[in-house]
């Protein structure tokens, strides 16, 4: 079994305590947020480090269109990376509306109607 990352690691997230509602509602949209930020961050470093790698110089191997396209293979993975922070953004939101779907009675309690019996007369 893998060891829970520490308080420190992800302090937006170790530091909720699953006590109620508002907890999953907060843990959902702190989660949200991070991975949203993850995800532009990973898009910004994916383009920066392009820039970088595509115009190295002072080796023969790094010369030329294929430099570019070993660049392009190593950047991809990041771009790959930040589609899954976005989804795991989009997921944070699917996370907390099936929380809802499945304890909303629990949450919400409303007293339960009475079906009205069906009227043969004025149908």
Request: proline letters at 5%; hydrophobic letters at 40%.
């Amino acid at each position: 079994m893998a060891d829970r990352p520490n308080a420190s690691t992800v302090p937006e997230l170790s530091g909720i305590e699953f006590d109620g509602h508002a907890a999953v509602h907060a843990y959902a949209e702190a989660a949200r947020k991070l991975f949203r930020t993850i995800a532009q961050e990973l898009g910004f470093s994916a383009e920066e480090l392009y820039a970088v790698l595509s115009h190295q110089k002072g080796h023969p191997l790094l010369a030329g269109v294929d430099v570019r396209l070993r660049a392009r293979r190593v950047c991809r993975r990041l771009e790959r990376m930040e589609q899954l922070a976005a989804g795991a953004s989009v997921e944070a939101v699917h996370f907390y509306r099936e929380f809802q779907r499945q304890f909303d009675e629990a949450i919400h309690p409303q007293a339960r109607r009475q079906p009205r019996p069906f009227d043969f007369d004025n149908h």
